[in-house]
């Protein structure tokens, strides 16, 4: 008889729907935090909790209705973080001026990922950003 020892799975994915308001950051930054010390990927988790906060932070100024979800993924080299709204139209890319208060959400989302997109759907979108133990870009 041989006994072979039980492979521990791969904790899950994590996804939460929620209303994006101020209150609701601080707690899903926590949450971010948890899951990838839980995924073994602390080093990442300032990254990923910033660009969670920027993500949620679009759909609550921008979009007129603030109920989206979040999803975290575990990959081979990092995490996605995803959120999903009903907005049709895609985040935009901006140039601010440098006395301006806002509109680098997309540009720091951009610069911390290894890689960030848009899928749009028929009812909304999905915001996208892999960070990974690979070199960010705002370092190449």
């Not at 707690?27 to 971010?32: A, D, G, L, P, S």
């Not at 575990?74 to 999903?84: I, N």
Request: glycine content about 4%.
């Amino acid at each position: 008889m041989v006994i072979t020892p039980a492979t521990e799975a791969d904790p899950p994915d994590y996804r939460q729907e929620l209303v994006a308001r101020p209150e609701t950051l601080a707690i899903m930054r926590r949450i971010v935090s948890a899951h990838l010390d839980l995924w073994d990927l602390r080093e990442l988790s300032d990254a990923a909790t910033l660009c969670a906060h920027e993500l949620l932070t679009n759909v609550m100024r921008h979009t007129g209705a603030p109920l989206c979800t979040i999803t975290l993924r575990r990959r081979p080299d990092g995490v996605r973080v995803t959120v999903s709204d009903s907005d049709t139209k895609p985040p935009e890319r901006r140039d601010p001026k440098w006395s301006e208060e806002s509109g680098r959400g997309v540009l720091l989302i951009a610069a911390l990922a290894a890689q960030c997109g848009t899928v749009m759907r028929q009812d909304g979108k999905d915001v996208w950003a892999d960070i990974s133990a690979t070199t960010p870009a705002y370092a190449t």
